[in-house]
């Protein structure tokens, strides 16, 4: 068999395997895919431009403002117009969001723990710089 071909069949199969069980958690505590995605992203990197968000998510300009949209309704993001380039929104955690986000991500990073238990640490690393190697040829 081409090597190439199944090593994307098993990253496909390994990324379906790991999205399942990751987001039906999320969903458990009250949050969608795609809001769970923002909060997380500004909660490790602070405010954001909305391009940035859509960049960082692979998610489309529409759909992306419907969960912002959604995520300000719920008083967990603000959205603020950059002081030196009107044009710009910057996204942030509101004082909400900070705690909903702050009070389930131990939870999460906890869930995902478990689910990676059967592999080592070295395993781990070494994947990640594996990965790194190939998404640097993409």
Wanted: net charge positive; glycine share 8%; charged share 30%.
């Amino acid at each position: 068999p081409n090597t190439n071909f199944h090593l994307i069949r098993v990253l496909a199969r390994f990324l379906k395997g790991l999205h399942s069980p990751i987001f039906a958690h999320v969903r458990e505590h009250g949050l969608t895919e795609n809001q769970f995605v923002v909060l997380e992203m500004l909660y490790s990197k602070g405010t954001l431009t909305m391009n940035d968000i859509i960049e960082r998510s692979f998610s489309t300009d529409g759909n992306m403002g419907v969960v912002i949209k959604n995520l300000m309704k719920q008083g967990l993001v603000e959205k603020r117009v950059d002081t030196l380039d009107r044009r710009v929104r910057r996204i942030s955690l509101s004082k909400k969001g900070r705690k909903v986000i702050g009070d389930y991500f131990p939870k999460h990073e906890q869930h995902i723990e478990g689910l990676l238990s059967g592999v080592s640490q070295t395993d781990k690393e070494a994947l990640i710089e594996l990965l790194k190697k190939i998404g640097k040829k993409l």
